[in-house]
């Protein structure tokens, strides 16, 4: 479903939106593409992916009833966005590479990897594949020229030439205007495909030059589905997934990952409370090694998650049950774990879950710095 390299942006791969495939299937099958059209939808509604297969559709050489053949030399192109006469343009800034004056070429290959990967890309994710997400993106008039030039272009394999705009919204004013007026006077066999999350900062004259298709979050079983197939978890956390994720498929997968990094940390805090108990140190060092190889990342997330536990289980301890967060499995572990805290140690525990995770922040060897956790806890957690 979300393909990994290649992509085939076929209808049938886009999650949710049966209407809308349909309404888009119909325009061509009618011979009624309009010439500029703004799908707007929330971030992770698939508005990406429905405009690349609607784009695919109407090159595809070889058109079936209710998708694109997914074989003929077109979408083979399209398959790594490589056909001639499909254009894209997207949010982009300087680099270290690109110094001045950016524009969506210079991206060109960054884009077509992140895209192939992922149709349902979000800005943020568009930001962090280029290592600029602390900046933001603009569509610059230097763009707007290069747009303009590639419309002088003739068409080299297809009948319609494909402009598509991700993000319009980051226009610059005097882009935003160099693009109406391209719009205005619209040049044979072109198609604009504008994808965008908000009209808040959009031009109102751009607007009103295009057809506007409301694109709505995906529907949650089609959500479910999709977490399904990409996903070997348990079912219930699957339809929760889909439930909270509101439509927005970024943030369903980020539930389901979040959800099974959470379970690890639990598991790893629950075998370094046990080893450090029985003090085997053996299985100290075997723990060490494990946690020492899961990245830094993962390995903050770690310690803050212990840190997370170590209070709730003081809390549980002194009795303060309404102020307690923790989840069922959490639970069950803490009636008993929260007995072994208490003003003895659970200071000095948090200070240690602390002072590892300002370790790991600043480049020290996990090795060290999970092996001196472990001992400090195995000295703090018989204290009582
Ligand atoms: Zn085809």
């Given at each position: 479903m979300i393909p990994v390299s290649d992509i085939n942006m076929l209808f049938k791969e886009v999650i949710g939106h049966k209407e809308i495939k349909e309404k888009l299937i119909r325009t061509v099958k009618d011979n009624r593409i309009s010439h500029a059209q703004l799908f707007l939808g929330p971030e992770g509604s698939g508005n990406l992916a429905l405009v690349l297969a609607y784009a695919q559709y109407i090159s595809c050489l070889d058109r079936k009833e209710n998708d694109s053949c997914g074989k003929c030399l077109s979408c083979m192109k399209y398959s790594k966005l490589i056909h001639p006469d499909l254009h894209f343009v997207f949010p982009v800034t300087t680099t270290k590479e690109i110094t001045?004056?950016?524009?969506?070429d210079d991206f060109i290959n960054e884009w077509r990897m992140v895209v192939t990967e992922n149709p349902y890309l979000t800005l943020f994710e568009w930001y962090e594949s280029i290592g600029v997400e602390n900046k933001q993106g603009i569509i610059s008039v230097k763009e707007s020229n290069e747009i303009i030039r590639k419309l002088s272009l003739k068409t080299f394999e297809s009948e319609y030439k494909i402009m598509v705009i991700w993000m319009p919204e980051r226009m610059h004013p005097p882009a935003a205007n160099k693009l109406l007026k391209i719009l205005e006077e619209p040049y044979r066999n072109t198609v604009f495909l504008l994808i965008s999350e908000?009209?808040?900062?959009?031009l109102p004259t751009i607007l009103s030059r295009t057809q506007i298709l409301k694109v709505p979050g995906i529907d949650e079983e089609s959500l479910y589905l999709a977490l399904k197939e990409k996903y070997d978890h348990p079912d219930e956390e699957l339809r929760k997934a889909s439930r909270l994720a509101d439509g927005n498929l970024a943030r369903a997968i980020e539930y389901v990952e979040r959800s099974e990094e959470t379970k690890n940390n639990f598991d790893r805090f629950v075998s370094l409370m046990r080893l450090a108990y029985s003090k085997n140190m053996q299985g100290i060092f075997s723990w060490v090694e494990e946690v020492s190889a899961i990245g830094r990342e993962k390995q903050k997330n770690f310690l803050l998650n212990g840190l997370r536990l170590i209070r709730g289980n003081y809390l549980l301890n002194m009795n303060n049950r309404d102020l307690v967060r923790l989840s069922d499995d959490e639970m069950e572990f803490s009636e008993k774990f929260s007995t072994f805290l208490n003003h003895h140690n659970a200071a000095e525990i948090t200070e240690e879950l602390n002072k590892a995770c300002l370790h790991i922040e600043a480049n020290a060897y996990p090795r060290i710095v999970f092996l001196d956790l472990a001992l400090k806890l195995m000295k703090q957690i018989r204290k009582n």
């Open positions: 001045k004056d950016p524009v969506s908000s009209t808040e900062h959009f």
